[in-house]
């Protein structure tokens, strides 16, 4: 398994779909939540062929809108909206398939880690690049230690009160805020209607972990890095 690099200068993502995406199909999974972060206008304009945003949130949501608002700004046009859940075991026949696939903060707010990844694998013919928020291995403050060495990872819904206590002056510390942890609780994990609630964090999870799930998941690792000074990890697999 490839080792973690969290001192390694940060990785440029942008830089990796621009060096995939000429001539090629792209796919941005979840990519709505503040649109300033969308790739889609950065595989256009690299020579990406066709694009298109694939995100939960229903068709009328300010979301789109605001994305929308962003490819003008980015001067870019002739991309596709779908709005489908990438949670879904039928997701490929929902979606179709796509050469290069970005997705980033999405996989530690879903409840099933390895069917994520196994679906963005699915709809993937060449490149997968994701990016998550991770934690440190180790984390030992005032309140106590935290140890997610080892291929551990941390159900945020289970967290007793003095782990979340741990975690939260992490986060705190290093200026994030996260439900449940050092924001807001979540009070209903499953919504009335059956739904997860993708708001909060599900998982604390490592760059470590990461890898590990994507060799488990049969992915090869071919580029990774951490971004944004640790705070998330991305990896760049190759299919075929």
């Known amino acids: 398994m490839a080792q973690a690099e969290v001192s390694a200068p940060k990785v440029d993502k942008d830089e990796w779909i621009r060096s995939l995406v000429n001539g090629q199909t792209f796919a941005d999974v979840g990519g709505l939540w503040r649109a300033m972060n969308e790739k889609i206008s950065v595989a256009l304009k690299a020579g990406a062929t066709a694009a298109t945003m694939i995100d939960v949130e229903p068709l ?28 879904v075991p039928d997701l490929r026949e929902r979606v179709g398939a796509f050469d290069v696939v970005h997705c980033a903060g999405v996989i530690y707010h879903v409840p099933d880690l390895v069917g994520f990844l196994r679906n963005l694998a699915a709809i993937t013919r060449k490149y997968l690049i994701l990016t998550s928020m991770v934690f440190p291995p180790l984390i030992e403050n005032e309140f106590g230690t935290l140890d997610l060495r080892g291929g551990h990872c941390m159900f945020v819904p289970l967290m007793t009160d003095e782990q979340r206590k741990i975690a939260a002056a992490y986060a705190s510390e290093r200026g994030q805020k996260i439900l449940h942890l050092n924001g807001p609780p979540v009070e209903q994990w499953i919504e009335e209607s059956g739904i997860w609630d993708y708001a909060g964090w599900v998982w604390l999870i490592t760059a470590e972990f990461l890898l590990g799930l994507a060799e488990v998941c049969g992915l090869r690792v071919i580029k990774h890095g951490p971004r944004f000074g640790g705070r998330s990890y991305s990896i760049l697999c190759q299919l075929s």
């Open 60 to 87: 009328d949501s300010k979301l789109w809108e605001d994305f929308r608002a962003r490819c003008a700004l980015m001067n870019v046009s002739g991309y596709d909206c779908v709005q489908a859940d990438a949670t």
